[in-house]
C-alpha cells in the first residue's frame, strides 16, 4: 500500500514572474492528506485559496492560469510538475504576487527546494487515477492528438513538430518518474522562437523573460535594428547574436532535445489538474498548454463518475451509515411500504442522498409479479426513489415530524433493467431546484453499478 506524501517543513523562493515580471516569494506548505494541491494568493484580503484542478483554469495563452473571480495565479505548471515528478501528494502553495518565481525557466529550483524541505508519508493511502479504456483527444486544425491508454505504470511520450527547420520533430519518453524526472526532465528549459518574441512582448507577456529563463529559437532573418529592440523585450545588458546552433547568443542545450522535454515537463505539472495521481501510458502529438487542458478535463470527468460509481456500488453497514432504526425516525412510512433499507450517505453540500433496498425472495411483490419469473415492479423502484427523495428533504428540515412530504409529479421515467431477487438497489437522488415548499428530483437506481431506472421528481411539503 503506497502513502501520501507532503513536506517536511514550509519553504520560500524569491524571483520573477515570466510573463507578468512581478517579483513573488512563493512558500512551499505542508498539507494535510487529501488535499492534494492549491494556491494560496497572501497579497489579496482574505488570503484567497485556489484549488489546482482543471475547474479552476482561467487562461491558456502562453501557459496555464488558475483563478477564482479575479484572483489569479499564472504559469502554475513548473511548480506544478515538480511536486508530481516528486509524488508529493498535498501541497500548499503560498504566493506574494500573481507569478510563481520563473528562474532558469525549468523546474530544477523548484525540486530542490521541495527535497531541501524533506518529504514525508502520511497516514492515509495513496489513490491512483487508473486508465482503463482509450482516452483520444484531437485538434486537426492544429494537428494536434493525445492518447490515454491503460498501463499499471505511468508514461508519457511527447513528439513536438512545429514544421520550422530551426527546430525540426523532435519526441521525448519518461519511462520511470523516480529515475528519471529529476536529472532527465526537471532541468529541462522552456522555450519560444524568435518571431514571436515581439508578439508576445505587445501582449503584455515576457515581461519577466530573458535568456537566462527561456531558449529563443531562430526561425527567421533579422536586422541590427531588431537586436537593439531584442536587447530591450529580454532585459539584455548588450545586444544579443545570432547564434551557431540555431539559438540565440547560442545559447547551450542541456539536453540535444530540450524542447521536447520540456514540453513534456508541462503536460506532467497540467496533468495534475486531474486531481489525483494516474496510471496509464499517454502519447502526445504537438501537445500544449490548451490541449493538456482539455486532455485532463476528459481524465477527470471519467475520474469523478468512477468515484460516483464506487459510492453506488453495493455496499456493506459502515459507522456513518444510517441503520433502519434511524430511517424509522427520518420516514413516516411503515411496513410493508417502508422500502428503504439503509441510508448510505447524506451529501449536504450537494443536497444529495444515496440510499439501499435489498432485495430477497420473501418480498410480497416478488410472489405475484411474474411468479415464473419474479421481478420488482417498476413502479416500486419509483416509490424507493422517492422515500430516498423523502428521507433527503426530512433530513434538512428544522422539524421533520411535522411535516409530509408529498410526491406530485413524474416525469421523464425510464426503466432500463430488471430487478430480481437478490439483487441490491442502490439509490442516487438529487435535490436539483426548489421553490417554496416545492422540491424537484433527479433520481437513480442502480443495480451493480448499472442504473436500472432513473426519473424526474415533483415533490410538496406540508404540514402533517
Known amino acids: 500500500m503506497e502513502k ?24 512551499f506548505h505542508p498539507a494535510p492528506p487529501n488535499h492534494g494541491y492549491s494556491f494560496i494568493r497572501s497579497d489579496v484580503p482574505g488570503k484567497v485559496e485556489i484549488p489546482a484542478l482543471v475547474d479552476y483554469v482561467v487562461d491558456l495563452s502562453r501557459g496555464t492560469t488558475l483563478g477564482i473571480g479575479d484572483v489569479e495565479v499564472h504559469t502554475v505548471e513548473h511548480v506544478l510538475a515538480a511536486l ?15 507569478e510563481p518565481p520563473v528562474f532558469d525557466g525549468s523546474s530544477i529550483d523548484y525540486v530542490n527546494a521541495l527535497l531541501e524541505a524533506g518529504i514525508e508519508e502520511q497516514d492515509a493511502e495513496r489513490e491512483y487515477f487508473y486508465i482503463d479504456e482509450t482516452f483520444d483527444y484531437k485538434n486537426e486544425q492544429k494537428q494536434v492528438e493525445i492518447v490515454g491508454l491503460p498501463l499499471d505504470d505511468y508514461r508519457i511520450t511527447a513528439m513536438i513538430d512545429y514544421f520550422n527547420p530551426a527546430l525540426g520533430s523532435q519526441h521525448s519518453g519518461l519511462f520511470d518518474l523516480d529515475k528519471e524526472f529529476i536529472t532527465e526532465f526537471a532541468p529541462a528549459r522552456t522555450f519560444c522562437f524568435l518571431n ?39 532585459h539584455l545588458t548588450e545586444t544579443p547574436y545570432v547564434g551557431e546552433n540555431g539559438y540565440l547568443n547560442n545559447s547551450q542545450l542541456r539536453f540535444k532535445n530540450e524542447p521536447a522535454r520540456h514540453k513534456l515537463l508541462d503536460m506532467i505539472g497540467d496533468l495534475t489538474l486531474v ?74 453540500d450537494y443536497d444529495r442522498i444515496i440510499a439501499l433496498k435489498n432485495l430477497t425472495f420473501n418480498e410480497e411483490f416478488f410472489q405475484g409479479h411474474f411468479p415464473n419469473r419474479p421481478l420488482m415492479p417498476g413502479v416500486l423502484v419509483i416509490e424507493c426513489m422517492a422515500q430516498a427523495g423523502g428521507a433527503l428533504i426530512f433530513h434538512k428540515l428544522e422539524n421533520p415530524k411535522t411535516k409530509l412530504a408529498l410526491f406530485i409529479g413524474i416525469n421523464n421515467a425510464k426503466f432500463r433493467k430488471s430487478v430480481t431477487p437478490g439483487d441490491q ?32 421528481m415533483q415533490c410538496a411539503v406540508v404540514d402533517r
Open 84 to 98: 508530481a515528478g516528486l509524488r508529493i501528494d498535498n501541497c500548499i502553495i503560498e504566493l506574494s504576487a500573481n
Open 275 to 348: 486531481g489525483i495521481p494516474i496510471k496509464g501510458q499517454i502519447l502526445a502529438a504537438r501537445p500544449g498548454h490548451a490541449s493538456n487542458y482539455e486532455f485532463s478535463k476528459m481524465l477527470r470527468k471519467s475520474y469523478l463518475e468512477k468515484k460516483k460509481l464506487d459510492k453506488i456500488k453495493p455496499q456493506r453497514k459502515t459507522s456513518s451509515s444510517f441503520s433502519i432504526e434511524e430511517i424509522l425516525d427520518i420516514l413516516p412510512h411503515r411496513y410493508p411500504f417502508l422500502l428503504i433499507d439503509r441510508i448510505l450517505e447524506f451529501d449536504k
Open 4 to 27: 501520501q506524501r507532503t513536506i517536511q517543513k514550509p519553504i520560500s523562493l524569491t524571483g520573477i514572474g515570466l510573463h507578468t515580471g512581478n517579483h513573488s516569494t512563493l512558500t
Open 425 to 456: 438497489l442502490v439509490l442516487d437522488v438529487k435535490i436539483i431546484n426548489h421553490k417554496l415548499n416545492i422540491f424537484f428530483f433527479k433520481a437513480l437506481a442502480y443495480v451493480d453499478g448499472k442504473v436500472v431506472a432513473e426519473a424526474e
Open 196 to 234: 514571436e518574441v515581439e508578439m508576445l512582448y505587445k501582449q503584455g507577456l515576457i515581461r519577466g523573460g530573458s535568456l537566462n529563463s527561456a531558449l529563443v529559437i531562430i526561425d527567421k532573418p533579422i536586422e541590427e535594428g531588431e537586436l537593439q529592440d531584442l536587447a530591450t523585450m529580454l
